[in-house]
């Protein structure tokens, strides 16, 4: 008896086309509004930290002098403000699910040598010529200062 209760959706079943999809060979369609997971462009990211300032969970960090971009994946709410407000765009909300990794919970990126190299030997410049600067407004202010006591 209970076997006739089911003979009418088997026998639909039959001619409709399969409900499942085929994933590991048809590529699954996320919908429009997806959130999905952040992702960056570490090269060009400046470390200026505003997607750090703007993240409600505290999900990301920064750190500039190593190159380094940090983001706690079970933290992380993909609200996409981090998005909105990085000013080199180097950030994208991109639809889908974060490839497996090592860690868990965090991943790390960081820059490559040849970028970290070029932005250290920046830095360098930087300092020299603030130096220098510096250096120069001191002895303008000594010889001010000299003009002044004769």
């Known amino acids: ?3 006739m209760k089911f003979a009418p959706e088997a026998l639909k079943n039959l001619f409709k086309p399969p409900v499942t999809t085929k ?3 048809v590529p699954f369609e996320y919908p429009e ?3 999905g997971h952040i992702d960056i462009e570490i090269d060009q990211c400046i470390g200026c930290g505003m997607c750090v300032r703007a993240c409600p969970s505290s999900a990301l960090s920064v750190n500039k002098n190593e190159g380094t971009w ?3 994946r079970f933290d ?4 996409g403000y981090c998005v ?3 000013p080199k765009k180097c950030l994208s909300a991109v639809p889908g699910y974060q490839e497996p990794e090592g860690e868990k ?3 790390t990126y960081q820059k490559s040598p040849e970028v970290l190299a070029e932005e250290k030997r920046k830095r360098e410049e930087a300092a020299k010529k603030a130096a220098e600067l510096k250096a120069q407004k001191a002895n303008e202010q000594l010889a001010n200062e000299g003009n002044k006591a004769k």
């Not at 992380?76 to 609200?79: A, E, G, R």
Request: hydrophobic fraction near 35%; aromatic fraction near 10%; proline fraction near 5%.
């Open 1 to 3: 008896m209970s076997i």
């Open 23 to 25: 994933y590991p060979f």
């Open 33 to 35: 509004r997806a959130r």
């Open 70 to 72: 940090t983001i706690n």
């Open 76 to 79: 992380c709410i993909v609200c």
């Open 84 to 86: 909105e407000k990085c």
């Open 105 to 107: 919970g965090e991943a």
